[in-house]
């Protein structure tokens, strides 16, 4: 990898290696800093204000205790019985127990009658305050140094990762005893506010060494946007919309007083969509602006009046950020298959807490609160089982497509940007990853499969840039091949998983899918075995949240 530069290669150690820099990787960092361990964290961006988080705000699901059986039957009901109402509740409580430390690092909440009400959070400061917290732990952060393949031990354990130094034109590795895998999703490079760092990094290098992911059939989230700036996806304020067609025909777009999810991107296959905020009263007006108003910029930025006016708007995916698939997690302390190596916040899977559904907003907030601080705690302790001399174990880079590193069989080189335009095509369309058919989702693996084929030759490696765009295009080159593949194998419609060929949910098809695979995929069914459950309290809400 980019051996041209590896001659001034940075070289470190540490107990533990965290990879990210969103809340999940900060909350492992400090959760493996608070055992002893000796912490590194690398980050593709600056940690603090690069990912999904640090883009705006967000909810957090983090009720009080006297609420915590109604969220908890909320969200097993939402993942249609496959959702676990023990890590339900694990991530309740830890997230509640865990804000006020947040606040004891400096965050201020807002108050209501003199208590905090921990309930969303302003992500850059949020994500500043994590940051500054870090440092006064000695946690050692490296930005603009983004992990681009993972060590491995002669005993298949984790031992550490090598990646590129943007700034100081360089490689570096940092030899480790666990590594906690924190990097985020996948939403191939949509735009999506804060999401093009998300792009599967972690998932490939996972796989690469020996890992597995599930449920990847959860990757196919859309999240609505104006059309005219395609880029800020925060749905709330559209909760209060009334939607037209480019005649101006209502379209309505609601079931019992709530947005429907399924009818925008019915619409939008139609033919134009345009929304008008007029819905919202004056109550909701001023929380909405106050709690999501970034959503509003493009409005004032553009002078236009989102309650009179009608603008048109459409859906950016968003993949697995705000979808569900991701690392496969073993145990409690969010261990991987590969010993020593553990995953966080949204590249693990969330299957446990959100089935197939979305986890978007405040319950992604809380498991990345949770994991992460699961996973920090998991990767220390496994570092400290290691003794003093596991930075001195014989390592090899796991690393296999994008980096040169494996034997090309042609000497053209690939162009990075045009095997992610490739993804893209078959990702992006609603008629292609909404509503997935057999006929689809066999057409569009044939044709990232001949994207595989291309990443498998030799990168353009004469700029750390270049290694790292030629990584980039080939693990989103895998996530889509992930996901289609688990979704060709869902033969039901299960909440965001949607076959047009399979439309009814089969409850037979009670198994979390797991998959992985390189140059052939596999996939598994991992039965559930637990009894439905019945959570404590069944509620329903007829009006839309404002958080």
Same mark, same amino acid.
């Given at each position: 990898? !980019? ?18 820099? +969103?809340?999940?990787? %900060? ?19 600056? !940690? ?30 939402? %993942? ?5 109402? @023990? ?26 009658? +003199? ?37 491995? %031990? ?9 990646? =590129? ?22 939403? $191939? ?42 880029? =800020?996806? @925060?749905?709330?304020? $559209? ?40 819905? %919202? ?79 978007? +907003? ?15 705690? +998991? ?59 057999? /006929? ?20 353009? /490696? ?6 790292? $765009? ?10 889509? @091949?992930?996901?289609? $593949? ?51 309290? /069944?509620?329903? /809400? ?6």
């Amino acid at each position: 990898m !980019l051996a041209v530069h590896s001659e001034n290669e940075l070289q470190l150690t540490a107990d533990v290696l965290v990879i990210g820099g +969103g809340p999940a990787a %900060a909350w492992a960092a400090w959760a493996a800093a608070s055992q002893g361990a000796k912490v590194i964290i690398v980050d593709k961006g600056f !940690l603090g204000t690069s990912g999904a988080a640090a883009a705006s705000g967000n909810g957090i699901m983090a009720p009080s205790p006297e609420n915590w059986d109604k969220v908890l039957s909320e969200r097993y009901r939402v %993942a249609k019985n496959l959702a676990n109402l @023990r890590w339900i509740e694990r991530v309740i409580e830890k997230t509640w127990l865990s804000l006020p430390l947040v606040e004891s690092w400096g965050y201020r909440f807002p108050k209501e009658d +003199g208590e905090s009400v921990r309930q969303s959070y302003y992500g850059p400061e949020y994500m500043r305050v994590l940051r500054k917290n870090l440092l006064r732990v000695g946690v050692q952060i490296f930005d603009q140094s983004p992990a681009l393949e993972l060590l491995l %031990a002669d005993d298949g354990s984790v031992a550490g990762a090598r990646g =590129v130094q943007r700034q100081e034109n360089r490689t570096y590795t940092v030899r480790a005893g666990a590594v906690v895998l924190a990097n985020g999703g996948c939403a $191939f490079l949509s735009k999506a506010l804060g999401c093009n760092t998300n792009t599967g990094d972690g998932l490939l290098m996972a796989v690469e060494a020996g890992g597995e992911l599930s449920s990847m059939e959860a990757s196919n989230h859309y999240a609505i946007s104006t059309a005219f700036n395609a880029t =800020v996806t @925060r749905g709330v304020p $559209f909760g209060w919309a009334s939607y037209s067609d480019e005649a101006g025909n209502d379209l309505g777009g609601y079931i019992n007083g709530r947005r429907d999810p399924s009818f925008l991107p019915n619409a939008l296959l139609k033919g134009p969509v345009y929304a008008r905020l007029d819905r %919202a009263t004056p109550e909701v007006k001023a929380v909405i602006e106050k709690s999501h108003f970034i959503a509003f910029l493009p409005y004032t930025k553009a002078g236009i009046d989102p309650y009179t006016e009608r603008v048109p708007v459409t859906l950016i995916l968003e993949g697995t950020v705000r979808g569900t698939g991701g690392i496969r997690i073993v145990n409690d302390n969010c261990a991987t298959k590969v010993p020593g190596l553990y995953a966080a916040g949204d590249a693990a899977s969330r299957e446990f807490l959100a089935g197939l559904a979305s986890g978007g +907003g405040g319950p992604n907030a809380a498991w990345a609160i949770s994991t992460g601080q699961w996973a920090g705690v +998991g990767a220390a302790d496994f570092a400290k089982s290691l003794g003093t001399h596991a930075n001195e174990r014989v390592a090899r880079p796991a690393g296999k497509v994008g980096l040169g590193s494996s034997p090309s069989h042609t000497s053209e080189t690939f162009d990075s940007e045009a095997i992610v335009r490739g993804v893209q095509a078959e990702m992006f369309p609603l008629e292609k990853n909404y509503l997935r058919s057999e /006929q689809g989702l066999l057409d569009s693996l044939a044709k990232l499969e001949k994207l595989w084929e291309q990443v498998q030759g030799n990168p353009k /490696q004469d700029t750390v840039r270049d290694v790292e $765009f030629s990584r980039r295009a080939a693990a989103l080159t895998a996530v889509a @091949r992930w996901a289609y $593949f688990s979704a060709l194998h869902r033969t039901e419609t299960r909440s965001e998983h949607i076959r047009v060929d399979y439309p009814e949910t089969d409850p037979n098809q009670r198994y979390y899918q797991a998959t992985g695979g390189l140059d052939k995929l596999w996939v598994r069914r991992d039965w559930i075995t637990n009894a439905i459950a019945t959570p404590p309290v /069944q509620t329903t /809400q007829t009006t839309p949240s404002v958080l």
